[in-house]
């Protein structure tokens, strides 16, 4: 590596991001986009943004490990050291040929991030990372090691450090400055302190193992034992406190043989395979599968909240009960009916309907979802679980005050989820096809990739649950292949087809659904009827055929075929939906591949013949019948009490209870009775569909500003640059200054009379210069320009603006003064 002459090097951050060229000042942009919010006016407001707590903690959380370590060694090296420095602490004195080579590109990021600046012979890194980094008593270094020699001696009594320094068998001297001096060359000279340490027991170099690695602190007795009062005696061990001792940088860098981390980690951890390659084609059909049984548990959950789903906690949320009912009806667990109804709402399909008694309900956009083909209705599904912010796992966890996450809640948004789920597939892309991966191997290159968001934050302390992002990483595994984006533990043709951005999609086309659409089976337009009244679905059925059928029949068992059977209560529900018996004879007929066996037929028309005898309807309700035999049975069985029932005519009875209540009575009583109106005519019972508002998907939480496009970029370095140009160009002394005031100093806006101001513009107009100007605009807001004249007429300059880049036009009243410039920046 080279070297820059201190001469030439950068003064401050704000001096070496004015050396870099635009290139490198957007690729500093685009890896820390917090800081174009807003745009900074300057070179130095850039460099002072950069250097701020919450910025330099988010820049040190994106870091990988090892740049990461870069850093840390970094934070424990004397100030401005050399890159020869950094190296050493990395590698050690036995040196390590990877650390070598995997350097360069951290140094490189950590510049680019502006979090190191200065040459190879000068390496600084800001102040911010370093106080977050360096070690303190309250806040341990990630190194393990603790504070220099100067730094725990600080405030030593000048007498202590001479008796220090005798029993260490170095010249006393009554100067501190010096004394710290020569206990740190001391402890730094490995020739000198092998000596040293040879003379130490064997119980006081066991002492040193147990603090070499971190914590360096240990507490100590008013009466220390022999090793440790050896140790504190030649300044091995240093007080903090009364009862607290410390082991200096220095000494434990000389037992560490130089390195700053037990173990440096310069190449990411490798993806392993689980198990030797599959069948590409396999997993395809594996994971085609689950996409099927996906498209299926959404459309069973919505289609059983198809009339008004349960009520919204007062909080936000699903209750526990609900939940339980949703996985019954699913016939899965909870995490899992957590996952389905979660998935329904990130994709827009499910929302609260916003009304009084609040509900959750399927939305239009449901209805719209309903016709697509499956294809096109899985990669619905899957983007948007694959860009949401949503993170099912969490729920039946405990928030910071201890409350109970619940499904739909308003807490279940981590922003680190959707980049944990698209970069887990991106590692599963890197296999060879067929190819599982071994989790393990994929956490740990995920905890490589980002550790500080892994563990503990930047400033040491918990960045929240502990390994929030090995726990999603799990989570997406787990979700992954049940939503049928991998099949096998391997990923997908049609999961690997989402990877690219959505803005690389062709309009009207999906490369998910396509790549999905050869796997998934035809629906089917007939179904098998057997003798034992069921039917079979040997595949999917088309929608017309599957939505009459549910009607008809009750689904007695699902897989690969569905199987429905035929009850009397199944086929009253379609009488009462206003199917007659001839039509549902019709409908069999034409939808079987078997012949109508005659037992379905005879139970169609038996039920067809008692249907709608007996009549229901308002007295609270009342009960006719033509039969006054029939309502002879029905008063003198005792099941009919509950109904509280009297006889109004020999073929009426009336019921103290609800229409409703009373129909559910009889036909458990084994009648079938049918409701009426008030005009007596039979009352169809459809379903009546609840739909909520039109609402859109709920947005994912942002993880911080949107990274910028080249546009934004290319805007934001020019505006920076001129910006720069003007609170740093040179200008000429005004002949008569102006009095003290706003821009009476260098940095100030310029203040001339508008004579002046008229005249210098003009001339600059005719010679083709640029000028400084001061202006402020018609909110009031001031700021200063370096403008190049092109026109002065009708009280207006037309000027190109260096600070915007444009040809725009000024007022001249509203510009307070002007200056011409030592050097024409043009």
């Known amino acids: 590596m080279g070297t820059t002459p201190e001469a030439s090097s950068p003064r401050t951050l704000a001096d070496a991001l004015r050396a870099r060229g635009d290139e490198e000042l957007a690729a500093l942009l685009r890896a820390r986009p917090d800081l174009l919010s807003p745009v900074p006016g300057d070179l130095t407001q850039l460099a002072t943004r950069a250097g701020t707590r919450a910025s330099v903690v988010r820049a040190l959380e994106r870091l990988d490990r090892f740049t990461l370590q870069a850093a840390e060694a970094l934070a424990v090296a004397p100030d401005a050291a050399s890159y020869d420095n950094l190296l050493a602490l990395l590698t050690g004195d036995d040196g390590d040929p990877a650390v070598a080579a995997a350097l360069p590109r951290a140094v490189a990021v950590l510049r680019t991030q502006a979090l190191v600046w200065g040459g190879d012979d000068r390496l600084r890194l800001v102040r911010t990372a370093r106080e977050l980094l360096a070690p303190s008593p309250s806040r341990p270094s990630p190194t393990g090691l603790g504070p220099s020699v100067a730094e725990s001696t600080a405030g030593m009594s000048p007498g202590r450090l001479q008796e220090i320094l005798a029993a260490a068998g170095l010249p006393t001297t009554h100067d501190p400055v010096s004394a710290v001096a020569a206990l740190t060359a001391l402890f730094t000279d490995r020739e000198r302190m092998g000596d040293l340490l040879d003379t130490a027991p064997a119980e006081a170099l066991a002492v040193l193992d147990r603090l070499v690695w971190g914590p360096p602190y240990g507490e100590v007795t008013s009466s220390p034992t022999p090793p440790v009062r050896w140790l504190r005696d030649r300044g091995l061990l240093l007080a903090v406190s009364a009862r607290t001792v410390v082991l200096p940088r220095e000494a434990a860098l000389h037992l560490r043989a130089g390195r700053a981390h037990r173990t440096p980690e310069p190449v990411p951890p490798e993806i392993t395979p689980a198990a030797a390659p599959g069948r590409p084609e396999l997993v395809d059909g594996t994971a085609a599968g689950q996409a099927y049984t996906a498209l299926t548990a959404v459309e069973d959950l919505l289609q059983d909240w198809h009339e008004g789903g349960p009520a919204v906690l007062r909080a936000g949320g699903l209750s526990v009960r609900d939940l339980k009912r949703a996985a ?99 590692l599963l892309a890197g296999l060879p096809e067929g190819t599982a991966a071994d989790p393990e191997s994929v956490l740990a290159r995920l905890r490589w990739e980002r550790p500080l968001r892994a563990g503990t934050g930047a400033d040491g302390h918990g960045a929240g649950p502990v390994d929030l992002r090995s726990r999603i990483a799990a989570w997406t595994l787990t979700e992954a292949e049940t939503l049928g984006v991998t099949g096998r533990g391997a990923l997908s043709a049609h999961g690997r087809a989402l990877l690219p951005p959505d803005t690389d999609l062709r309009p009207g086309a999906d490369p998910a659904a396509e790549a999905l659409a050869p796997l998934l089976p035809s629906p089917l337009d007939h179904v098998l009827l057997q003798a034992d009244l069921t039917a079979v679905a040997p595949g999917p059925l088309e929608r017309p055929l599957a939505e009459t059928l549910a009607v008809l029949a009750d689904i007695e068992s699902k897989g690969g075929a569905t199987v429905y059977r035929f009850t009397p209560a199944s086929v009253r529900r379609a009488l009462d939906a206003g199917r007659s018996a001839s039509d549902l004879h019709t409908f069999l007929a034409s939808h079987s591949r078997t012949p109508v066996p005659q037992p379905l037929s005879y139970l169609i028309d038996d039920v067809a013949r008692r249907h709608g005898h007996l009549r229901v309807g308002v007295a609270s309700a009342y009960i006719r019948c033509d039969d006054e035999a029939l309502l002879d049975e ?94 740093t160009v040179e200008r000429k002394p005004a002949a008569d200054p102006a009095p003290a005031g706003p821009g009476g100093g260098t940095g100030g806006l310029p203040r001339t009379s508008s004579a002046e101001t008229l005249a210098t513009v003009q001339a600059a107009a005719m010679t083709g210069s640029a000028i400084w100007i001061g202006y402020v605009n018609a909110e009031g807001s001031a700021s200063q320009r370096v403008i190049a004249p092109v026109r002065v007429e009708g009280g207006f300059v037309t000027a190109y603006d260096h600070t915007a880049d444009e040809v725009r036009t000024f007022p001249l009243h509203r510009i307070t003064g002007v200056a011409e410039l030592a050097d024409d920046p043009a």
Do not use: C, N
């Open 328 to 426: 019954a009806a699913l016939d899965t667990s909870e995490p899992m009916a957590a996952f389905w109804v979660e998935l329904a709402y990130a994709a827009g399909l499910l929302a609260s309907d916003g009304e009084a008694d609040e509900r959750y309900a399927p939305t239009p956009a449901y209805d719209e979802w309903l016709t697509r083909p499956a294809p096109e209705r899985w990669a619905v599904l899957a983007r948007a679980w694959l860009t949401a912010t949503r993170t099912p796992g969490l729920v039946g966890g405990q928030d910071s005050k201890g409350r109970t996450l619940a499904v739909l809640g308003p807490d279940l948004d981590r922003s680190a989820t959707p980049e944990v789920r698209r970069r887990i597939l991106e």
């Open 634 to 727: 029905i008063l003198a069985d005792k099941r009919s009490q509950d109904l509280l029932l009297r006889r109004l005519a020999p073929t009426v009875l009336a019921a103290r209870t609800e229409p409703s209540a009373v129909l559910a009575g009889l036909r458990t009583m084994g009648f079938a009775p049918a409701a009426e109106s008030t005009s007596g005519d039979v009352l169809i019972a459809r379903a009546h569909a609840r739909r909520t508002p039109a609402r859109t998907p709920p947005a994912p939480v942002p993880d911080g500003p949107p990274l910028p496009d080249a546009t934004l970029l290319g805007a934001a370095v020019r505006a920076i640059r001129a910006g720069d140009l003007a609170a």
